[in-house]
């Protein structure tokens, strides 16, 4: 039996189809949907739909809820259709007719707009707090390996020189900016769109703001019409948030697995953490490497999905939205994972030295002799000319000494500038606040 159902059951197929992976997903959201209660059975209280002691019972029902939705072995029942209908079934067998009272002035539609919310609101929290160490480990990588200098290339083509100081550091700052987009993800899911019912509100005189500061929202999703239009939009912004992190790792990893190449060889890393051939004794494959990069291009493509998936929807709810859950939830988890196995290998990467006193890598110091008689007076485009004649000559001649000392540069990191960055954008989230809020109402 439905919440929603009359007298007509829906054929079994129809129900298999509809329902599909939903389930499995809505597990995820088994405590924000509790919390979401909790929430709005307190408004309810506000209002008269609810006494204060009937309350303060359902309160203390839905937090022993709670607490159950933290364990593993919390599930959905047998014949029932959903989380929300779980957690009521749940209410109801413990109060009675109390329980029923509790969807009062609100739509699954609503229900599940406050979960996704929530969630993605927590995962991005998660998220966020493995990257800053990861962060940190590149920079702490930048700083003990800024004099080991490598050939850096445009095209794939040898180009200028490089430092492991210079890469690593590279990589850093890159999460920066992606922190920067999960900020504005998680200001996009921070916004309460309880009590927009079906998409058109109540006629009951609910309290949106008070739901918005018990579940520590920065603000409303005002427009109830909006916030149902913002299902799917939420998830897409989140989505590109989330495909920018996996393009700096998807990068990074494609870097490791060409230097890692005999061609190469600028680095190594122990035995036990890349993967041999059956057949060929010497291979040490970059396996963890090929998979971060094969997990991150496929999070790239998620927002894609996610905006074929509401292309041409027109306002309102509809059922296709069911499906972006599947899509985007196990994500966060896959992105966390390729960041914890990118920290393994490169904490304990080893990177040779030298490199660039090879013969084959003189080439990339000519706009280092360039310079240097540019510095002595010589027009820039006469200097090219004067080294790329020498070149053409086979009478190049140089030094591998490198003298960079402007912001960002070889001998100029400003990796406490970039830090300095990340710490701002890190503090902007806001986290206690959200930490506070939920913590009153579960206590």
Not at 77 to 93: K, P, R
Not at 324 to 330: R, T, V
Request: proline share 3%.
């Amino acid at each position: 039996m439905k919440l929603w159902q009359k007298d007509i059951a829906s054929l079994k197929e129809v129900e298999t189809f509809t329902v599909g992976k939903d389930r499995e997903m809505d597990l995820l959201l088994a405590p924000y949907d509790v919390l979401g209660s909790i929430a709005h059975v307190t408004m309810l209280a506000t209002i008269g739909l609810l006494t204060n002691e009937e309350k303060d019972i359902i309160v203390k029902e839905l937090q022993a809820i709670y607490k159950q939705t933290q364990d593993d072995s919390f599930k959905i029942g047998e014949g029932v259709e959903d989380i929300h209908s779980q957690i009521e079934f749940l209410l109801t067998a413990s109060l009675g007719e109390m329980g029923k009272k509790i969807h009062s002035a609100r739509s699954r539609n609503d229900q599940v707009l406050v979960d996704i919310k929530l969630f993605l609101r927590s995962e991005i929290e998660s998220l966020v707090n493995a990257i800053v160490p990861f962060f940190q480990l590149l920079q702490q990588q930048s700083e003990a390996f800024k004099n080991h200098l490598f050939p850096g290339y445009t095209h794939l083509q040898l180009a200028m020189p490089s430092s492991f100081g210079l890469w690593f550091g590279a990589y850093a700052e890159s999460l920066v900016d992606d922190m920067v987009t999960l900020q504005a993800a998680y200001k996009v899911a921070n916004k309460n769109p309880l009590g927009s019912a079906a998409g058109y509100g109540s006629s009951f005189p609910i309290n949106r703001k008070l739901t918005t500061e018990l579940l520590g929202f920065d603000n409303l999703n005002y427009n109830v019409v909006y916030a149902q239009m913002g299902r799917g939009k939420a998830e897409r912004i989140t989505a590109q948030a989330l495909a920018n992190v996996a393009e700096t790792l998807a990068r990074l990893s494609m870097d490791m697995c060409l230097y890692l190449n005999q061609n190469f060889d600028f680095v190594s890393f122990p035995q036990e953490l890349t993967t041999g051939s059956s057949i060929m004794p010497h291979k040490k494959n970059p396996d963890v490497f090929e998979l971060i990069r094969s997990h991150c291009n496929r999070i790239k493509a998620l927002p894609n999905e996610i905006t074929m998936m509401t292309t041409n929807l027109p306002s309102g709810y509809h059922r296709d939205l069911q499906l972006l859950k599947e899509h985007l939830f196990p994500t966060f988890s896959t992105l966390k994972d390729c960041i914890s196995m990118a920290a393994l290998m490169l904490s304990n990467i080893s990177v040779k030295q030298p490199i660039l006193t090879d013969e084959k890598y003189k080439y990339i110091f000519s706009v280092e002799e360039v310079n240097k008689l540019v510095l002595q007076g010589i027009p820039f485009r006469d200097a090219y000319k004067q080294v790329g004649m020498a070149i053409e000559k086979n009478a190049f001649e140089y030094t591998i000494d490198i003298q960079h000392t402007h912001e960002g540069s070889i001998g100029n990191l400003c990796n406490e500038e970039i830090n300095a960055m990340m710490e701002e954008t890190f503090a902007m989230f806001g986290f206690q606040k959200v930490h506070s809020a939920i913590d009153k109402l579960v206590n």
